[in-house]
């Protein structure tokens, strides 16, 4: 994952928490908040142009996710036909170290205060 885009996932998270949409009460759900129960792209075009901001072919970004389901599911069931699913797919898989990492940096600040 290419440093702008984690830190544009990073950001996302951030205004998250800074809503008050993920907090100390629910860690275990930060990444299906933030990256599962909503799309993160909407639009086939805003799509395409997020490969582009980001340097990422869509060829790089399909074999990323074909990947991670067939590790996953034993099978790739999302739909590979647009950018915009793709892009959506793809930000979930990185969103995983993203949202892990921000867990990990709140559950340490957590300690500090306590």
């Known amino acids: 994952m290419n440093n ?6 990073a950001a996302h998270v ?9 907090h100390n009460d629910n ?12 799309y993160y792209i909407i639009g086939y075009y805003k799509a395409e142009q997020w490969l582009k901001e ?8 399909i074999s990323t996710i ?4 067939n590790e996953n599911f034993g099978e790739c069931t ?3 036909d647009n ?3 793709v892009v959506n797919m ?20 957590l300690e500090d205060i306590e």
Request: charged share 25%; hydrophobic share 45%.
């Open 90 to 109: 793809y930000t979930y898989i990185m969103g995983l170290e993203v949202a892990y990492d921000a867990v990990e940096a709140a559950e340490l600040a």
């Open 27 to 38: 860690f275990d759900e930060w990444h299906n908040i933030a990256f599962n129960e909503d």
């Open 14 to 22: 951030q205004d998250l928490i800074e809503c008050g949409a993920l």
């Open 83 to 85: 950018a915009e699913s």
């Open 78 to 80: 999302t739909k590979l």
């Open 4 to 9: 702008s885009m984690t830190v544009e996932l």
């Open 66 to 69: 074909v990947d991670y389901e």
């Open 54 to 61: 980001h340097d990422l072919s869509a060829f790089e970004a």
